[in-house]
T-cell receptor, first 118, second 109 residues
Framework: DGGITQSPKYLFRKEGQNVTLSCEQN?????MYWYRQDPGQGLRLIYY???????QKGDIAEGYSVSREKKESFPLTVTSAQKNPTAFYLC?????????????????FGQGTRLTVV | QQPVQSPQAVILREGEDAVINCSSS?????VHWYRQKHGEAPVFLMI?????EQKGHDKISASFNEKKQQSSLYLTASQLSYSGTYFC??????????FGKGTLLTVNP
């Protein structure tokens, strides 16, 4: 079955440590996204990638880093510079519809990773 | 910049109707609507592209006014299964997809 997989589901880390969240998709989608979800804040965009070896900062990129070496994979690293890293992280992917610009179409989400930093 | 959703929360009795609004200060290429149940991933409902079109999905429909940069989601004859948080997403150029803070919908028997 095609889909998007995030692992692990729960992650615990000590303050000051970097941690990498995994996101893999087998939908052959060009675009991939990372969102952070906190109560009352909705889904806030951290980074997104349109194509392999290219990615863009979202609205809250500070303290995070990503890579896109393969089309299927878009790992997110939460660095020690992120002041409040405890949150629910969602990865998504979509294909695009090309017209004058490329517009994201239906996004498929993974089941999320809940990160707790103590 | 996140699109603005209203209301933040709404409580309905089964069978009642609701409208959720979404607005953006930036030009929109597309508007997406998703529903998230507690503890689960958001699930796609529908997408509206430039052109002022209206779409429907069972008893859930939406409109998109690109001139006003607004969209509305209409839920008619609500069912218990409609409960959840509804997110509006706005699609910019080059794949960027930004979501609002969500609207919590509770449908009671």
């Amino acid at each position: 079955d095609g889909g998007i997989t995030q692992s692990p589901k729960y992650l615990f880390r000590k303050e000051g440590q970097n941690v990498t969240l995994s996101c893999e998709q087998n939908l052959n989608h060009d675009a991939m996204y990372w969102y952070r979800q906190d109560p009352g804040q909705g889904l806030r965009l951290i980074y997104y990638s349109q194509i392999v070896n290219d990615f863009q900062k979202g609205d809250i990129a500070e303290g995070y880093s990503v890579s896109r070496e393969k089309k299927e994979s878009f790992p997110l690293t939460v660095t020690s510079a992120q002041k409040n890293p405890t949150a629910f992280y969602l990865c998504a992917s979509s294909i695009g519809r090309a017209g004058g610009s490329v517009v994201p179409t239906e996004a498929f989400f993974g089941q999320g990773t809940r990160l707790t930093v103590v | 910049q996140q699109p603005v959703q209203s209301p933040q929360a709404v409580i309905l009795r089964e069978g009642e109707d609701a409208v959720i609004n979404c607005s953006s200060s930036k030009a929109l290429y597309s508007v997406h609507w998703y529903r998230q149940k507690h503890g689960e991933a958001p699930v796609f409902l529908m997408i509206l592209l430039k052109g002022g079109e209206q779409k429907g999905h069972d008893k859930i429909s939406a409109s998109f006014n690109e001139k006003k940069q607004q969209s509305s989601l209409y839920l008619t004859a609500s069912q218990l299964s409609y409960s959840g948080t509804y997110f509006c997403g706005t699609g910019g150029s080059n794949y960027k997809l930004t979501f609002g803070k969500g609207t919590l919908l509770t449908v009671n028997p």
